[in-house]
T-cell receptor
């Protein structure tokens, strides 16, 4: 069990550029979540997948954001036409769904800085 | 809708002294409760969780928390802190039976342990 991994760990980009982040969950986990954390705040939910299906998206996820999990394994989060307000830590978490609840395990995050 | 309030944004504490981090939540339905810790430039690590049963929950690194349903609180405690406990701590909830089990986080409490 290597845990949840995220790449890259840091990304600096200029306003207007597109960026893509990758998340590799724990191998047997069927749920994958994306959260965003701005400086001094708690993480906020963006979206989640059960296997390859994207089942919920937050209102925070504008049209410039898109997430995929094509084969139910790794996931990508793309931000098009980045804005300075997109600067944040993007966290990925995975879990194995159960009838009661599931514990989410977080990756180290990707810190995005938009200049 | 649910919300989580962490009443203290920063808590300075001397090494080997006890610490308590306060968390209150608001929800129209029953919730599961979690505490996560975040070390600088890292993702979140689960400290402990309350799903059901005994209201006193023990977690890793000597932390424990007590669920109080009447006061809608889930305060975190440690009887004797170490320098290595310097980190940010997040309280979070999941609404029971809500689709997806997304976490709603509080704003975090930064603990600074002084020698």
């Amino acid at each position: 069990d290597t845990g949840v991994s995220q790449n890259p760990r840091h990304k600096i980009t200029k306003r207007g550029q597109n960026v893509t982040f990758r998340c590799d969950p724990i191998s047997e986990h069927n749920r994958l979540y994306w959260y965003r954390q701005t400086l001094g705040q708690g993480p906020e939910f963006l979206t989640y997948f059960q296997n390859e299906a994207q089942l919920e998206k937050s209102r925070l996820l504008s049209d410039r954001f898109s997430a995929e999990r094509p084969k139910g394994s790794f996931s990508t989060l793309e931000i098009q036409r980045t804005e300075q307000g997109d600067s944040a830590m993007y966290l990925c978490a995975s879990s194995f769904s159960s009838p009661s609840t599931d514990t989410q395990y977080f990756g180290p995050g990707t810190r995005l800085t938009v200049l | 809708a649910q919300s989580v309030t962490q009443l203290d944004s920063q808590v300075p504490v001397f090494e080997e002294a006890p610490v308590e981090l306060r968390c209150n939540y608001s929800s129209s339905v029953s919730v599961y409760l979690f505490w996560y810790v975040q070390y600088p430039n890292q993702g979140l690590q689960l400290l402990l969780k309350y799903l059901s049963g005994s209201t006193l929950v023990k977690g890793i690194n000597g932390f424990e928390a007590e669920f109080n349903k009447s006061q809608t609180s889930f305060h975190l405690r440690k009887p004797s802190v170490h320098i290595s406990d310097t980190a940010e701590y997040f309280c979070a909830v999941i609404m029971i039976k809500a689709a997806g089990n997304k976490l709603t986080f509080g704003g975090g409490t930064r603990v600074l342990v002084k020698p």
